[in-house]
T-cell receptor, first 113, second 112 residues
Framework: EPEVTQTPSHQVTQMGQEVILRCVPI?????FYWYRQILGQKVEFLVS????????KSEIFDDQFSVERPDGSNFTLKIRSTKLEDSAMYFC???????????FGPGTRLLVL | GQQLNQSPQSMFIQEGEDVSMNCTSS?????WLWYKQDPGEGPVLLIA?????ELTSNGRLTAQFGITRKDSFLNISASIPSDVGIYFC????????????FGKGMKLTVNP
């Protein structure tokens, strides 16, 4: 069964450094999402992406964040200058349409020191 | 506003028992999804609901989309040890938003 994959599974970085989290969505999906989950808390929406454009973003997704689909298979989340509070699990998700189910990847655990 | 109130927050049950959990909101939703999350993993879809009043089963799991479109419940029957994990409800708000709004989760412990 097709799955969303994410790399790396874990990343440790110094405050102020840039990080890029990578995702390979399910191949026939057109809608892509990033969510994050701070330890012990609920999953929070960051951004949705369709047709090479951001279609919706939350107040968390400020100017330090950006997303890109650099080729036909990868979907990336970049954090330009990481802060301590960016430490969280970051989940990529994808779906076939805006009203259908979103399938989640296994996540990248980001630790900012 | 867009909060989902999920209850209970945790349950400790014996193997073989049934368990129920629900999510409520003051907002109207077009979609309800139930996910299970194991430690260090991503949410795994259990059941998806798209219509008010819809009742859907997936093995021992049954979920319903509330008729008011503001709530949903999930039942697990005859629990087994591998049911242990955190169960999240998630909804897509009416009005065209794509994002999923998640509940805080219910941690289930099953004693063999």
């Amino acid at each position: 069964e097709p799955e969303v994959t994410q790399t790396p599974s874990h990343q440790v970085t110094q405050m102020g450094q840039e990080v890029i989290l990578r995702c390979v969505p399910i191949s026939n999906h057109l809608y892509f999402y990033w969510y994050r989950q701070i330890l012990g808390q609920k999953v929070e929406f960051l951004v949705s992406f369709y047709n090479n454009e951001i279609s919706e973003k939350s107040e968390i997704f400020d100017d330090q964040f950006s997303v890109e689909r650099p080729d036909g298979s990868n979907f990336t989340l970049k954090i330009r200058s990481t802060k301590l509070e960016d430490s969280a699990m970051y989940f990529c998700a994808s779906g076939t349409s805006v009203v259908e189910t979103q399938y989640f990847g296994p996540g990248t655990r980001l630790l900012v020191l | 506003g867009q909060q989902l109130n999920q209850s209970p927050q945790s349950m400790f049950i014996q193997e073989g028992e049934d368990v129920s959990m629900n999510c409520t909101s003051s907002s109207i939703f077009n979609t309800w999804l139930w996910y299970k999350q194991d430690p260090g993993e991503g949410p795994v879809l259990l059941i998806a609901l798209y219509k008010a009043g819809e009742l859907t089963s997936n093995g021992r799991l049954t979920a319903q989309f509330g008729i008011t479109r503001k709530d949903s419940f999930l039942n697990i029957s005859a629990s087994i040890p591998s049911d242990v994990g955190i169960y999240f409800c998630a909804g897509r708000l009416a009005g065209g938003s794509e994002k999923l709004v998640f509940g805080k989760g219910m941690k289930l412990t099953v004693n063999p």
